[in-house]
């Protein structure tokens, strides 16, 4: 939305089709065959002069190539754009692998979406490293043309509403108040997108709750920064802002950087979930992780969570643990680690709600590692090799995954742990309220939509969710 709100204020002529949202869930082979039809009858007619496609995640990859493959059936002069997380990091094996993409744009792609449609409307060709990060092929290779730099975030208006074309179907709106980390942690890509931590000018941030006020009745919301609460000056005006707006609201934060002195007023202002990226309690996994390149900051690390969680129990926010569970390296000393410090905490929570169904309760999140192509960890694989590490090799659309994390801890224990720590976590009625407030959309308006595009498999499995969440039961 971005992009399209940046293109409009310089007079281009954009449209967004928000895929899942404007057709429909595919959630079965010919739901998505559907869904390509009804996009193709859908832009038939339409003047085009380039169509790009959004890659946030590997899944929606997938899909993507799917969709640019049936354009090129129709009509292989419309010029196809890649751009986003997921094909920022993996560029050069798209464009090898799949003619329909002519090219990908890394990381930002205000300024560059500007270029290649300017360029495309006069005529020129889009394949010159006049077009700042831009890769495309050229004969045998791939070519990348130098990177610009971060456009200054004052310099996009507030993002433009009107362009999703079924507002009324969106159940939670998000927030973005900052790009980019001023960490470099090893498994993440954060650094590859954008390399510079940049906040966006507080009257945007204002404007942008306004007119989401005014356009959706929904009062859920998602702030997506990377590391919400990194400057508590500029924290305190965003609750400001939000003060009045009446929203309930996850974000997304650190163990080292936030402030537990700032937690209540993030909650009186609507912060009711905290998705903590824990990862792990180990220092050496920690150290390995470069979640710090100090010992010295270990302790400040586990304090600040400790404190964190204790002030959520105390402040009814729901604290979300993002757990990495077999690190490349690990052993069950670190595991168990994890465990422990969770065990304190669980004890924790029992003292503050005797009663198992009070309180906000606990998420405990534990995934088992991705190696992300271009992450630093990605690049020091042959090291951990030689210390036992095996892995099940990806592809473009599909994240390798660690298997055995080192010689001294298998897969098969990595996933008992997994299975225990998820039987851990506490989850009240409260926690379930609060989690379906999180979810990006209203399954059952969506299946109500177009049932043809479901299996039975997984419409009795939705409605047994939905009728979970109605009756508040647990989920364990
Ligand atoms: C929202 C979000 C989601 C949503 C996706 C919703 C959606 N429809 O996009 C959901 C909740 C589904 C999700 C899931 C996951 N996510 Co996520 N998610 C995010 C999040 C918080 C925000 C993305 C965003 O909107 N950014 C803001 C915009 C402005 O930035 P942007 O997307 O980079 O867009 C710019 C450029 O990329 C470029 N661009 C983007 N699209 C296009 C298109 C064209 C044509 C052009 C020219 C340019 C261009 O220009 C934009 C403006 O400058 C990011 C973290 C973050 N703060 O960015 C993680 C993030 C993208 N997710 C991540 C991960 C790991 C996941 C999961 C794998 C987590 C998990 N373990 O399950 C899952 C994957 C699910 C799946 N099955 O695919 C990672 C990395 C992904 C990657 N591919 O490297 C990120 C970076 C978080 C992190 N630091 O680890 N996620
Ligand atoms: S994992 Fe989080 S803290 Fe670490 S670099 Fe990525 S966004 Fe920053």
Redesign the pocket.
């Known amino acids: 939305m971005?992009?399209a709100t940046y293109l409009d204020a310089k007079g281009v002529d954009v449209r967004i089709i928000?895929m899942?949202l404007d057709y429909g869930l595919p959630l079965n082979e010919n739901g998505e065959k559907k869904l390509i039809n009804h996009f193709i009858d859908d832009i038939f007619f339409e003047k085009i002069d380039w169509i790009?496609?959004?890659?946030?995640?590997?899944?929606?990859c997938q899909t993507s190539v799917n969709l640019a493959l049936a354009v090129k059936e129709i009509n292989p002069e419309i010029p196809i754009?890649?751009?986003?997380?997921?094909?920022?990091?993996t560029t050069e094996d798209l464009l090898k692998k799949y003619n329909c993409i002519d090219a990908v744009?890394v990381?930002?792609?205000?300024r560059?979406?500007f270029n290649?449609h300017q360029r495309i409307v006069n005529g020129q060709s889009i394949f010159t490293s006049k077009i700042k990060n831009l890769a495309f092929r050229n004969n045998d290779s791939i070519m990348f043309s130098a990177r610009g730099s971060l456009?200054d975030l004052a310099k996009i208006p507030p993002l433009k509403f009107e362009f999703l074309e079924n507002m009324d179907k969106y159940p939670i709106m998000?927030l973005?108040s900052s790009?980019g980390?001023p960490f470099n942690c090893a498994y993440?890509?954060?650094q590859i997108?954008?390399n510079r931590y940049r906040v966006e000018p507080m009257k945007k941030i204002a404007r942008q709750v306004k007119v989401m006020q005014e356009l959706n009745s929904v009062r859920n919301m998602?702030i997506?920064?990377?590391l919400f609460g990194i400057n508590s000056k500029r924290t305190k005006q965003i609750c400001q802002i939000l003060k009045d707006a009446n929203y309930s609201f996850a974000y997304?934060t650190r163990a080292d950087v936030f402030k537990p002195s700032m937690l209540p007023e993030i909650q009186k202002t609507g912060g009711e979930v905290m998705l903590l990226g824990l990862e792990s309690t180990s220092k050496d996994t920690l150290l390995r992780m470069n979640k710090f390149v100090d010992e010295s900051c270990y302790h400040q690390y586990i304090q600040n969570a400790t404190k964190l969680i204790d002030m959520c129990f105390q402040h009814d926010v729901t604290p979300m643990l993002s757990l990495m569970l077999g690190y490349p390296g690990d052993t069950l000393i670190d595991l168990q680690s994890t465990v422990d410090f969770l065990n304190k905490s669980i004890a924790l929570y029992s003292r503050y709600y005797p009663d198992e169904d009070a309180g906000p309760g606990l998420m405990i999140c534990p995934?088992i590692v991705?190696i992300?192509p271009q992450s630093r960890l990605s690049y020091q694989l042959n090291d951990y090799k030689k210390k036992g590490l095996s892995y099940e090799e990806g592809d473009l659309f599909r994240?390798t995954m660690v298997k055995n994390p080192s010689s001294k801890l298998k897969h098969t224990a990595v996933l008992n742990y997994k299975k225990k720590l998820l039987m851990l976590s506490k989850i009240t009625p409260k926690t379930m309220d609060r989690l379906m407030r999180l979810v990006?959309c209203d399954f059952k308006k969506l299946i109500e939509h177009d049932p043809t595009l479901v299996t039975n498999d997984i419409l009795s499995t939705l409605s047994a969710y939905q009728i979970l969440v109605k009756s508040n039961r647990k989920l364990h």
């Open positions: 971005t992009l928000d899942e790009g496609f959004s890659t946030t995640t590997h899944d929606h754009i890649f751009g986003g997380y997921q094909a920022t990091i744009v990381s930002e792609g205000e560059t979406s290649i456009i998000s973005l790009r980390c993440c890509t954060e997108m954008r998602g997506n920064d990377p997304e995934h991705f992300s994240p990006w």
